[in-house]
């Protein structure tokens, strides 16, 4: 299962850096969106489930790595997202290498820690810590979507053949963070809280017995 996992989350990665997405659609905020969502919200998960044991956090990690994993993620996705760094990435080859090696780097710490085998605080930090990075991601997704004029570019882009304009390219991008990436955080906030609440029921139980 882990080697299948792993696989597919490289698979994932090479598809969105081989691809269309950050050569001949790269001018595209929706392309753009996608790369980034597929790389933290699908890839990342998937390679830190994929990872040998020597290589994922243990049960001696600081309980506060999983949030100051989010904080760094949140850092990343709103940086990247500031027109200035966007527009360098689009230009710039170098900019674009560096963009998407901090979206996995991110997206690997958080999903690593916030998955981490542990303690039950381990479990509860990470719940907090996807919860948050959820929130955020619904924020900035809802600010890009309901965005009264657009912040990337001002002329048409075409990306899976289909020509946007910078407002239509722009409140897209906004909707697909708030659809995979939101919702996936949301996801995996919620498998770790049914854990805690799978592992409490247990315990209770075997306390009543």
Excluded: K
Excluded at 57 to 82: K, N, T, Y
Excluded at 161 to 167: R, Y
Excluded at 185 to 205: K, W
Aim: aromatic share 6%.
């Amino acid at each position: 299962m882990r080697r299948l996992a792993l696989a597919a989350g490289t698979a994932v990665l090479a598809m969105v850096w081989l691809g269309p997405f950050l050569t001949e659609w790269r001018a595209s905020f929706v392309s753009g969106m996608v790369a980034h969502m597929a790389v933290v919200a699908i890839a990342s998960p998937l390679i830190s489930v994929g990872l040998p044991d020597r290589l994922r956090p243990g049960p001696g990690m600081p309980a506060a790595l999983p949030v100051l994993a989010s904080l760094f993620e949140l850092l990343v996705v709103w940086g990247w997202h500031a027109p200035s760094l966007r527009a360098l990435a689009e230009t710039s080859p170098a900019i674009t290498v560096l963009e998407q090696a901090s979206f996995l780097a991110a997206g690997l710490l958080l999903w690593s820690t916030s998955f981490a085998r542990g303690e039950r605080i381990h479990a509860a930090a990470g719940a907090g810590a996807l919860l948050f990075t959820s929130i955020h991601m619904t924020l900035l997704g809802a600010l890009l979507s309901l965005s009264l004029r657009p912040l990337y570019g001002a002329g048409e882009v075409t990306c899976f053949g289909i020509v946007l304009d910078a407002g239509q390219d722009q409140q897209l991008g906004g909707v697909i963070m708030l659809a995979i990436g939101a919702m996936v955080y949301l996801a995996g906030c919620l498998s770790l809280a049914g854990r805690l609440l799978a592992d409490n029921g247990g315990r209770i139980h075997s306390q009543g017995t």
